[in-house]
């Protein structure tokens, strides 16, 4: 059975002290992790803050992005290698943020992953398409081939621990959700091409997330369809109650 995961995705919001109040706020009350698994991805700037206040809790910390280097002239960027270091776990790559607005391609894409993974952490995945690519008929094709590239030259034993999130352009901070029916259908049809790309089996251990204005009102409907195994949430990651909400939405 795949396990549950929840992830917060603070994008650039947030500071150290803050950090540390959300996670006191929230570290007590944390759904069991073999029933669901806690994760916020902070900026950079607040990952030791998180690492920090979350060891003694089932919090797992995660970053918003990684170079594909370990080191060197990469003026202003993030070794995956000191991220993990620092006792971070996932690393959120390609989020439709970093490619609209810093250009990173699906090559880039699979090239982060890759560093993630020999750096010996996971990483989330994020595909999705625009509202004009969804009005067209694209987003099926756009999707696979998000997935095919980003998965490219990466093992069966490795795509089983990735997560894949699907997040819609148009309902990322917009408080348009994609239906369940509408969410279901590309996150069956993101297990599709996994399966294409290795075997059922991996396409059955691969968790695939559901993310844009998942919110503790809808959390439910979207966590029951069956090709959902999680949410990659921004806004309603941001205050303890909400976060705790939708951890907890199997009470
Ligand atoms: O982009 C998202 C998470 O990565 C979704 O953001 P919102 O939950 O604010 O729509």
Redesign the pocket.
């Known amino acids: 059975m795949r396990k549950p995961i929840i992830?917060g995705?603070w994008?650039m919001n947030m500071n150290p002290d803050e950090t540390r109040a959300f996670v006191a706020a929230v570290k007590n009350e944390l759904p069991d992790p073999s029933k669901v698994e806690s994760v916020i991805?902070a900026p950079a700037v607040d990952l030791t803050a998180l690492v920090d206040a979350a060891k003694d809790s089932v919090l797992v910390p995660a970053a918003q992005n990684a170079n594909d280097h370990e080191s060197g002239a990469y003026t202003g960027e993030t070794s995956p290698k000191v991220l993990a270091d620092l006792g971070v776990k996932y690393v959120?790559v390609g989020?439709?943020?970093r490619r609209g607005y810093y250009h990173e391609t699906n090559e880039d894409v699979n090239k982060k992953a890759k560093a993630v993974f020999a750096n010996g952490m996971k990483p989330i995945i994020?595909v999705g398409e625009s509202l004009d690519q969804r009005e067209a008929g694209e987003t099926e094709d756009l999707v696979a081939t998000q997935v095919e590239a980003a998965l490219n030259g990466l093992s069966a034993d490795q795509a089983k621990e990735l997560v894949i999130?699907y997040?819609p352009i148009w309902?990322?901070?917009?408080?348009k959700t994609a239906t369940s029916e509408q969410a279901e259908e590309v996150c069956r049809h993101i297990r599709e091409t996994v399966a294409k790309l290795y075997d059922q089996t991996t396409a059955d251990a691969t968790r695939i997330q559901y993310?844009?204005?998942?919110?503790p009102n809808n959390v439910k409907e979207l966590m029951a369809q069956p090709d959902i195994d999680g949410g990659?949430?921004?806004?309603?990651?941001l205050q303890p109650d909400s976060f705790l909400q939708l951890v907890h939405y199997q009470d």
Do not use: Q, Y
Request: aromatic residues 0%; neutral net charge.
């Open positions: 992830a995705n994008k991805a959120i989020h439709s943020e994020c999130a997040e309902a990322i901070g917009t408080g993310g844009g204005s998942m919110k990659l949430v921004g806004g309603a990651s």
